[in-house]
C-alpha cells in the first residue's frame, strides 16, 4: 500500500504542557490505523496538527512523499484530509445537505440559494457511500449514528482521501457501530486511508490494521492489529499491567439498607421500579440503550419529576423533588455527560472541587476563604491522583479521566453516602478506567453505597456486588456480580420483553433478589 502520510519529529508545546514530543505517525491508502494512548497522551493533539488546527513547533509532514506545511484546516482539506470530531459540529435546524454543503452553496442565476442541487450533490454522495439519507431530513430528526454519517458524506464533498476519526462510536450502540464499520469498509475498500482513535479495544481488532500507540506525548511503537494481543496494546499504553480481575464480593446481607425505591414511575420511561441499595454495595446497572438506567438516576436525584413511587433514605421517607433536596439527603449523581452536567469547564480545578460546597467556604457576606479551599482541594488532588499542573489549571484542559477524578472530588468534599455513577469511565482509557474502578471499589470499603451504571459488562461484572437489569424501564432481574453470572445472562434479561417477573423468579435461581 502506498503511504499518503508522514509524521515525523512533531513537537508541540502548550503553557506548563508539552504536548507531543517527538512524535511519528504515518498512514496508507486502503488501511485503517487505530491511534491509541491513555487520555492526555497526545492523540488528538498530533491530528490537530495533521488537521491544521495547531501549527507544530517543530517537525515534518509529508503528504504522498512531499513534505507540506499545513496552515490552516482549509490547507488541510485542499490537500483531502478531513477530521470528523468526537463532539459533533453539525446545526440540527438545517437539512442534511445544507450542513453538508454549508458555506459552499450553489447559488442559481438570481443569487438564491440552490436547494435542489445540494440536494442532488448530497444524494451522490451517500450513494457512493451506500447509505439510505434523506438529504431533505433535519438533522434534529437522525440518530447520533447517523448524524455520523453526515459528518462523513461533509468530510467526502471535500473529496478527503484521508479521514481521521476521533471516538466515532462513543454515543453509538452496537447496531449502529456495525452500521459504521461498514461505511469504514466501504471507504477502506476505495482506497481511502482512516485513522481511528478509540479507547474501545474490541473494535481495534475489529477494524483497524494497524496500532500506533503514543504515551505521554511520544511515540512508543506501531503494531499489526491482527497479530497482537489487547493486552500487549494495553502494556504500550500504560506502561505496566493492569489488574483486570474482580474484587472479591463480600456478603452484605446484614449491611443497613441505605437507599430504598418502591414502585418509582415516570411515564414509560421508568416503569414500576423497585430495589434497595445496602451500605458498603456496588449495585450495578446493567442494560441497552434506551432501557431507562439513567432515567431512573434522574428521577432519583430528582432531575426529572417522578409520577409515582417512593424513595427511602436510611430508613425514612425523602421527598425528593429536586437535586437540592437529593443533595440534602447525602445523595450525589455524577452525569454520563460530565463536561456539560458534571463541570464547569472554564473554571479552575479547585473551584470545581468546591462547587456544591462554597457554603463551607464562604462567610455571611459570600468572602471565599482562599487559603481553606486551596488546602481541600489539594488534599483531593493527592489522594484522588489528580494530574493537574496546580489546582488552578482550568478543569477543560485535564485529560477525561482527570476530569472524572475532580467530578468525583466534588461528591466526596460534599461527604454524600449514597453515590450514582452513571457511565463513570466513558470517553477515558483504560489506565485512567481502572484507577476510577479501584477508587469505586475502595469507596465501598469506606461504606458508601453506589449505584454504577455501564454499558460495558465486562465492566459492571467485575465491579459489582449485584447487577441490576432493565429493558424497556422495566427492571427485569438482580443478578450476583463477579463470576457468578456471565454476560449472556445480563443480556437474556437486557433483551426480556415479558414484563411478568413472578414465576420466572421463583422458577430462575439466578433472579432470586430480584424485586418486582
Not at 180 to 197: N, P, Q, T, W
Not at 214 to 236: C, L, N
Request: hydrophobic letters at 45%.
Amino acid at each position: 500500500m502506498t503511504e499518503v502520510i508522514r509524521l515525523s519529529a512533531i513537537e508541540k508545546r502548550f503553557p506548563g504542557v508539552h504536548a507531543l514530543r517527538a512524535a511519528q505517525f504515518d498512514l496508507k491508502a486502503g488501511e485503517v490505523h487505530a491511534l491509541m494512548g491513555e487520555n492526555g497522551a497526545g492523540k488528538s493533539t498530533l491530528m490537530k496538527v495533521l488537521a491544521g488546527i495547531y501549527a507544530p513547533d517543530s517537525g515534518s509532514i509529508s503528504v504522498s512523499g512531499a513534505e507540506v506545511r499545513i496552515a490552516g484546516p482549509r490547507a488541510a482539506q485542499a490537500l483531502g484530509i478531513g477530521i470528523i470530531h468526537q463532539e459533533l459540529a453539525l446545526m440540527p435546524d438545517l437539512t442534511v445537505a445544507q450542513n453538508i454543503f454549508i458555506g459552499r452553496e450553489p447559488r442559481s442565476r438570481w443569487g438564491l440559494l440552490d436547494e435542489a442541487q445540494i440536494n442532488r450533490d448530497a444524494e451522490v454522495i451517500f450513494a457512493a457511500m451506500k447509505v439510505p439519507l434523506d438529504p431533505r431530513a433535519e438533522v434534529r430528526s437522525l440518530t447520533i449514528a447517523k448524524q455520523q454519517m453526515v459528518e462523513i458524506a461533509k468530510a467526502l464533498s471535500f473529496r478527503s482521501r484521508i479521514l481521521i476519526m476521533d471516538e466515532p462510536t462513543a454515543a453509538l450502540n452496537d447496531a449502529e457501530t456495525d452500521e459504521l464499520f461498514a461505511i469504514i469498509r466501504r471507504l477502506k475498500s476505495e482506497g481511502v486511508a482512516i485513522v481511528y482513535i478509540s479507547h474501545k479495544m474490541d473494535e481495534i481488532r475489529r477494524i483497524s490494521d494497524r496500532v500506533t500507540v503514543m504515551r505521554d506525548g511520544a511515540y512508543i511503537g506501531t503494531v499489526t492489529a491482527a497479530d497482537t494481543s489487547i493486552e500487549t496494546i494495553i502494556t504500550m499504553m500504560v506502561g505496566r499491567d493492569l489488574d483486570q480481575t474482580a474484587a472479591a464480593i463480600p456478603d452484605l446481607s446484614a449491611a443497613p439498607i441505605a437507599l430504598e425505591v418502591k414502585g418509582l414511575q415516570r411515564g414509560r420511561l421508568v416503569r414500576d421500579v423497585s430495589f434497595d441499595l445496602r451500605q458498603g454495595e456496588i449495585l450495578g446497572f446493567a442494560g441497552l440503550m434506551g432501557a431507562g438506567r439513567t432515567e431512573v438516576a434522574r428521577v432519583i436525584f430528582g432531575a426529572d419529576p417522578r409520577d409515582a413511587g417512593e424513595i427511602i433514605v436510611h430508613g425514612k421517607p425523602c421527598p425528593i423533588r429536586s437535586p437540592r433536596d437529593a443533595v440534602a439527603a447525602g445523595i450525589g449523581y455524577l452525569s454520563e455527560d460530565r463536561k456539560h452536567f458534571g463541570l464547569a469547564l472554564g473554571i479552575d480545578v479547585r473551584g470545581n472541587i468546591a462547587l456544591t460546597s462554597l457554603e463551607r467556604f464562604s462567610d455571611r457576606f459570600l468572602r471565599v476563604d482562599d487559603q481553606a479551599l486551596a488546602h481541600v482541594a489539594a488534599d483531593y488532588i493527592r489522594s484522588l491522583d489528580i494530574r493537574t499542573p496546580s489546582d488552578r489549571q482550568e478543569v477543560r484542559l485535564l485529560s477525561g479521566g482527570n476530569q472524572q477524578k475532580v467530578v468525583i472530588a466534588k461528591w466526596l468534599l460534599r461527604d454524600c453516602d449514597i453515590l450514582i455513577f452513571d457511565e463513570p469511565t466513558r470517553g477515558i482509557d483504560v489506565g485512567a478506567k481502572a484507577e476510577i474502578c479501584r477508587l469505586l471499589q475502595s469507596l465501598a470499603e469506606a461504606g458508601k453505597a453506589i449505584i454504577v451504571i455501564s454499558s460495558e459488562l465486562p465492566e459492571v461484572l467485575r465491579l459489582s456486588h449485584r447487577i441490576a437489569v432493565m429493558c424497556e424501564g422495566r427492571l427485569t432481574g438482580i443478578l450476583p456480580g463477579g463470576p457468578n453470572t456471565s454476560q449472556r445472562e445480563i443480556m437474556r434479561l437486557a433483551t426480556q420483553r415479558d414484563t411478568s417477573q413472578d414465576d420466572r423468579t421463583q422458577s430462575d435461581p439466578a433472579l432470586q433478589g430480584a424485586t418486582p
